[in-house]
């Protein structure tokens, strides 16, 4: 499995592990030079969304991959964390809907999260 879709597959359980909403993941490494895959979701609150956060830097560290940037961690309401192959959004439910990341990168591909976790 190459080391994408295992850094997307952990970012996936640590956000669903902490009930994350309507986690998505965009494969837009056909559209983008940013990175493989974009994974987006929501928190109800901004401690969810920091407990969301710490758990996805938490599963992807202990895994051995390096946090390159995080953004945004002391708002709490658009914090990204950049690990070069992926990058994780995790937005408080309003500015979800106002920056609509989804819409934005519709030319990537969405994975179903089947696919995504079973492993080749």
Not at 26 to 37: G, P
Not at 91 to 106: A, S, T
């Amino acid at each position: 499995m190459d080391q994408a879709k295992k850094m997307a597959q952990l970012a996936y359980k640590a956000l669903d592990d902490k009930k994350g909403v309507d986690i998505k993941v965009i494969d837009i490494s056909n559209v983008s030079v940013l990175a493989d895959y974009f994974i987006i979701a929501n928190g109800n609150s901004d401690s969810q969304v920091r407990a969301l956060v710490d758990n996805v830097e938490e599963s992807l560290g202990k895994a051995g991959f390096v946090l390159k940037q995080r953004e945004g961690y002391n708002g709490g309401n658009w914090i990204l964390l950049d690990y070069s192959d992926i990058i994780v959004h995790v937005f408080d439910k309003e500015n979800r809907l106002f920056y609509d990341l989804e819409r934005i990168w519709r030319d990537g591909k969405t994975i179903e999260v089947e696919s995504l976790l079973e492993s080749n």
